[in-house]
């Protein structure tokens, strides 16, 4: 009764358009902030962090800036040279433009998490904090919150990437299009990761699969390219060669093994999956489990909230009855 209450409560706080649901998100814009203090300024801008953008500026000041909780005045010299050091202030007036404008990426995110809250009406909803870091953070939690390094987003063909010796196929992953999918990820992990169920490669899939379950769900209006960070000649790999992934799989005796480096490929950004032609994505694991996922849903009525707590891969293999042969 107590669950049901309470996502009636949060029905409330959504406006609705068509078949979505969209929540209110609270996003702080620190970066700009940041660029904006000088050496008149800089004492007293950073004393309001704390009130403007909350546990955030403990965790700037501690995790990215990597220095005490309590300001003193060799903190702010740091601050000053970080934002007055040429290359990052060239880097951040990259962030400035493509980022002037935040409202679509906000909408989404407010579309996403408004899906969230009606899967997992008991689970919160984060604030979100955008920050440039000089490169070192891209998606980071904290307090049940979420910010995200807009410089880690400047586009593949960003001078940053190569500058910093980034390979082509993690330079793909840089784009704006994929912010939605990386937050979801990274929220999803947040709160489930504990239920991965084994270091097997068959409970990785399983896991990987569920998180793209949802995030197909948090994303209706993404292609599935973008939701699994996928180009779409990539996508179209994987789609017409879920029989032979799988069929490796099987063959290479890997479906239950817990020794890593054999299929670290499979389920980490590679240029290619380990065994499979260049054509083929990493991750390709994210796929195979997300159809097992998709399989399993359709044979077990099930909700998916039950479905994230699953923690039998074997047995969740066999309900599935996910059996690729195209």
Request: hydrophobic share 35%; proline share 3%; glycine share 6%.
């Amino acid at each position: 009764m107590n669950r049901i209450v309470l996502f009636l409560t949060v029905v409330l706080l959504f406006s609705c358009t068509s078949d979505k649901v969209k929540v209110d998100l609270k996003v702080s814009r620190f970066e700009q902030s940041l660029f904006t203090i000088n050496n008149d300024n800089v004492e007293e801008l950073a004393g309001k962090w704390e009130v403007e953008f909350g546990t955030f500026n403990e965790v700037f000041s501690t995790q990215i800036m990597q220095k005490g909780s309590r300001p003193d005045t060799q903190y702010y010299h740091e601050l000053l040279a970080f934002v007055q050091h040429n290359d990052m202030r060239e880097a951040y007036d990259s962030v400035a433009l493509l980022f002037a404008n935040f409202s679509e990426i906000e909408e989404e995110l407010e579309f996403a998490f408004g899906q969230f809250l009606v899967d997992f009406p008991s689970y919160p909803v984060p604030e979100i904090t955008t920050f440039f870091g000089g490169f070192n953070y891209g998606v980071v939690t904290y307090d049940n919150n979420i910010a995200i390094g807009l410089e880690n987003f400047l586009g593949k063909n960003s001078k940053y990437y190569s500058l910093l010796g980034d390979p082509q196929y993690l330079r793909f992953h840089k784009q704006k299009k994929f912010i939605a999918s990386n937050v979801s990820e990274v929220w999803i992990n947040e709160h489930f990761r504990q239920y991965i169920g084994g270091r097997d490669l068959l409970s990785q899939l399983i896991y990987k699969g569920k998180v793209m379950y949802c995030i197909d769900k948090m994303l209706p209006e993404s292609t599935m390219e973008d939701k699994f960070r996928f180009s779409k000649a990539q996508m179209d790999w994987v789609e017409e060669n879920e029989a032979g992934i799988w069929k490796y799989i099987v063959n290479n005796n890997l479906l239950f093994s817990k020794e890593e480096q054999q299929f670290r490929t499979f389920i980490n950004y590679a240029p290619f999956s380990k065994g499979m032609p260049s054509e083929s994505p990493g991750r390709v694991g994210y796929y195979i489990g997300y159809r097992m996922v998709s399989e399993y849903m359709g044979n077990n009525e099930i909700d998916i909230e039950d479905l994230m707590y699953l923690t039998d891969s074997r047995e969740f293999l066999k309900q599935s009855k996910y059996k690729p042969t195209k």
